[in-house]
């Protein structure tokens, strides 16, 4: 069973900054992809950003320039650094991950439960 648990949630002021961090565990050879999504109240869930193997990153044009995903393979953790938070950035930020799970399986999908995130004064 592979997990992803998120932390790093909350409520910040416009201009603010926080971090969300998501650890996968469980059963994982590799972990291909880590990102992020985020999902608004009566809004589709969006992808905000994501991280490949390799460090290439993607980033949804409303974050550039004030977000930033990093991973730690090793750990098979990632983070994402949220800077000049604005209120349209709240949502419930959901990690994701793509993942082989033995060497024999196929690449597949997991989510965490999400986190809120609010940005309000």
């Known amino acids: 069973q592979v997990q992803l648990v998120e932390s790093g949630g909350g409520l910040v002021q416009p201009g603010g900054s926080l971090r969300l961090s998501c650890a996968a565990s469980?059963?994982?050879?590799?972990?291909?992809?880590m990102g992020w999504h985020r999902q608004a109240p009566g809004e589709q869930r969006e992808l905000v950003a994501t991280?490949?193997?390799?460090?290439?990153?993607n980033y949804v044009d409303s974050v550039k320039g004030r977000f930033t995903i990093s991973r730690d393979s090793a750990k098979n953790t990632v983070s994402l650094q949220m800077n000049s938070l604005k209120p349209e950035d709240t949502a419930v930020y959901y990690c994701?991950?793509?993942?082989?799970?033995?060497?024999?399986?196929?690449?597949?999908?997991?989510w965490g439960r999400g986190t809120q995130v609010t940005v309000s004064s």
């Open positions: 991280i490949t193997i390799n460090g290439a990153t």
């Open positions: 469980g059963s994982i050879f590799s972990i291909n992809v």
């Open positions: 994701y991950a793509l993942i082989q799970r033995t060497w024999q399986t196929y690449l597949e999908d997991y």
